[in-house]
């Protein structure tokens, strides 16, 4: 009788040992939470693609990738945007160089302007004398012409009916 509880022991004991050579696996799952600004990702999203500067968000370094002086360069912050206007897109990329598919993102996520041009960018062509009355479309606010677009005919107020009832 003293046999099968000491067999049955020293089986178990076996088993544990085997139990503790085995190779043991670890799991580490990394929680990246967007930013304010930037939709939800599904876990291990690496990159945003923002139309707006035409370049990329890394998520997991928190920084900025724009194009500047032909080199892709990873920045803290971004002077002169305001993200609450992003749209930023989720990406389906993992690496390094996310750039390498830019030209398929601007294709497929970045919106012409209206006017073809950057909100005030024909303003400022206008302004330089650097344009073909031909290709551009100007628009520019003029604040003295009536509605009908006569020039100087117009307070800035609206249709041209004055103010106060009549």
């Known amino acids: 009788m003293k046999f099968f509880p000491k067999m049955a022991l020293s ?31 599904p876990a291990g999203t690496q990159y945003y693609y923002v139309p707006e500067y ?6 997991q370094d928190k ?11 990873r920045l803290s912050s971004l002077n002169g945007y ?15 160089q996310p750039w390498i598919r830019i030209e ?5 996520y970045k919106k012409p302007h209206p006017h ?12 330089s004398g650097n344009y073909s009355r031909d290709r551009v479309i100007i628009v520019g606010d003029n604040r003295n012409d009536d509605y009908h677009g006569n020039p100087g005919k117009g307070n800035g107020n609206g249709k041209g009916h004055g103010k ?3």
């Open 164 to 166: 106060g009832k009549h």
């Open 104 to 108: 398929e993102h601007r294709t497929k």
């Open 63 to 73: 920084r900025y990738i724009v194009l500047r002086e032909g080199r892709w360069t």
């Open 54 to 59: 035409d370049g990329y968000y890394d998520l």
């Open 116 to 127: 073809g041009m950057p909100p005030g960018q024909a303003k400022k062509m206008r302004s």
């Open 11 to 41: 089986g178990m004991f076996a088993l544990f040992l085997m139990g503790a050579a085995a190779p043991t696996q670890a799991q580490v799952n990394i929680n990246i939470n967007p930013p304010s600004w930037g939709p939800a990702a």
């Open 82 to 96: 305001n993200t609450s206007n992003f749209h930023p897109v989720v990406l389906n990329y993992r690496g390094t």
